[in-house]
């Protein structure tokens, strides 16, 4: 074997590895999100989960040493963070109301709002893949919510615009990371979401019982773990080798739907997945 085809292969290998570490963190979150959804409001759960992800990136900038935190851009930071803000707020409402596949499933139209959103904000050409990505997008969320059938839900409402919600910081966060780092962008936005969480926690405080400590760790650790562990993957192989690897967590969130919480499986769910994560 080559040394380039080895590196390939290390480098093939490495990035299943993290890879696997994206999933395993989504799951746990969305697991962890729809336990602690029965006892604490999402605003509360969203206020520990923020308290976790600032004090780990603070102690990761501490501790391992970056740049010093500046940014010239802070209005646009204010904009991301604060629609991120309700984004999460939306995808934890979301977890609680409608069964976990569905959830995933209209999770992957990021994607398809992003790229709507890039053409008419970041300038980008409206290719006909492009044009045929988001036909088959719209094709697949309409199978899932069967609006002329079974009528649209409350929850699928609300994931959808946790969806739209991170497809416009996906955007935001393309034109940031023009000038700033990621270290900068998250510490920014923990910074800039803590006081907020703090304001809403407190109006729809439930104090949380000792069983919901460990997965509030878990919903604060699996946030960060699970985008910095797809953001190695894809540095390390391309998105046609991993994105197939993520869409596992269909079927695998389908299955533990099942086993943890009785939700039947749905054709149609895996239909419009199908169709949205193709496109």
């Known amino acids: 074997m080559s040394i380039k085809n080895q590196s390939d292969h290390n480098s093939l290998r490495q990035s299943l590895f993290w890879i696997t570490g994206a999933l395993i963190s989504f799951l746990t979150m969305a697991i962890a ?5 029965d006892t604490l409001s999402p605003f509360v759960i969203v206020f520990f989960r923020t308290l976790f992800g600032f004090l780990i990136i603070s102690a990761c900038i501490t501790f391992y040493g970056v740049k010093p935190i500046s940014t010239d851009q802070i209005s646009f930071h204010f904009l991301r963070n604060s629609i ?3 984004g999460v707020v939306a995808w934890i409402t979301g977890v609680s109301l409608i069964p976990l596949a569905q959830v995933f ?10 790229a709507i959103l890039a053409v008419i904000f970041l300038k980008e050409k409206m290719t006909i893949g492009k044009l045929i990505a988001i036909i088959l997008g719209f094709i697949g969320v309409l199978i899932i919510l069967q609006p002329g059938i079974i009528g649209i839900e409350y929850g699928s409402i609300v994931v959808l615009f946790a969806a739209f919600s991170f497809s416009i910081v996906h955007v935001c966060t393309k034109f940031l990371s023009k000038k700033d780092n ?10 800039m979401q803590l006081p907020v969480s703090i304001f809403f926690a407190y ?30 993957a ?8 991993i ?14 739907g099942y086993f ?13 997945a199908i169709l949205i994560f193709g496109g």
């Open 203 to 232: 109006i729809f405080w439930t104090p949380p019982s000792w069983e919901d400590i460990p997965w509030l760790i878990f919903v604060g650790v699996t946030a960060l773990s699970g985008h910095y562990t797809l953001t190695r």
């Open 182 to 191: 990621a270290s900068t962008i998250l510490f920014i936005m923990f910074s």
């Open 33 to 37: 999100a729809r336990e602690l959804s």
């Open 243 to 256: 994105l197939p690897i993520d869409f596992l967590r269909m079927p695998l969130i389908a299955i533990l």
């Open 105 to 114: 499933a209209l999770e992957f139209s990021v994607p398809i709002w992003v």
């Open 84 to 86: 991120h803000y309700l």
């Open 234 to 241: 894809l540095m390390l192989a391309d998105a046609t080798v």
């Open 260 to 272: 943890l919480y009785s939700e039947p499986f749905s054709v149609y769910i895996f239909i419009g």
